[in-house]
Antibody, heavy 122, light 108 residues
């Protein structure tokens, strides 16, 4: 049974950098059919797709976040990570990691982690 | 980007009733790549439907999806007590992939 577990600091000061890591267990992070995904939900707002990374490190980012965003993968630790810099209060959200499967021309999220709440406040 | 609008915002039903949830897109969803997710409080979202009408593994057949282009529907033929939750649609046909704001299915 695949498990995804987010970890990271729950409180970050602006304009510092948010770092969240997702640990994958019960499945292989190196499966070439998978895209490792980040999604967030700010309080009272809809879910926002942040971006995806595969085991080789290929990435696709949401253009609205791309200038502040870096995703990485460490297959030796079965982890992938999200770094978002120049934080403001608008980045306060529940951050979810998820697994997406490759479909023709796209990727479909079929499994989600529980999420981690990150608050940006001084 | 593709904006998804879900209606109604809240749906109040009794167990055994039929639930019809709508998701409308601001432009045609490429390849009908439209998914539905269910989320209960404190839990991760769960994939119900993908490709507008295909049920995910292990999803009961009382859940069905339909629609194409810009109008999509999730139907629960007879609502069970465990179905009360929030439902989200998502389009994954055109990046950035986007989500609807959610419909809350609550017990009347």
């Amino acid at each position: 049974q695949l498990q995804l577990q987010e970890s990271g600091l729950g409180l970050v000061k602006p304009p510092e950098t948010l770092s969240v890591t997702c640990t994958v267990s019960g499945g292989s992070i190196s499966n070439g059919n998978y895209w490792w995904t980040w999604v967030r939900r700010p309080p009272g707002k809809r879910l926002q797709w942040i971006g995806i990374i595969n085991y080789r490190g290929a990435t696709y980012y949401n253009p609205s976040l791309e200038s502040r965003l870096v995703m990485s993968v460490d297959t030796s630790k079965s982890q992938f990570s999200l770094n978002l810099n120049s934080l403001t209060a608008a980045d306060t959200a529940i951050y979810y990691c998820a697994k997406a499967v490759q479909v023709t021309g796209s990727s479909l999220i079929d499994y989600w982690g529980q999420g981690i709440m990150v608050t940006v406040s001084s | 980007e593709v904006v998804l609008t879900q209606s109604p915002g809240t749906l109040s039903l009794s167990p055994g009733e039929r639930a019809t949830l709508s998701c409308r897109a601001s432009q045609s969803v490429a390849n009908n790549y439209l998914a539905w997710y269910q989320q209960k409080p404190g839990q991760a979202p769960r994939l119900l439907i993908y490709g507008a009408s295909s049920r995910a593994t292990g999803i009961p057949d009382r859940f069905s999806g339909s629609g194409s282009g810009t109008d999509f529907t999730l139907t629960i033929s007879r609502v069970e007590p465990e179905d009360f939750a929030v439902y989200y649609c998502q389009q994954y046909g055109r990046s950035p992939y986007t989500f609807g704001q959610g419909t809350k299915l609550e017990m009347k």
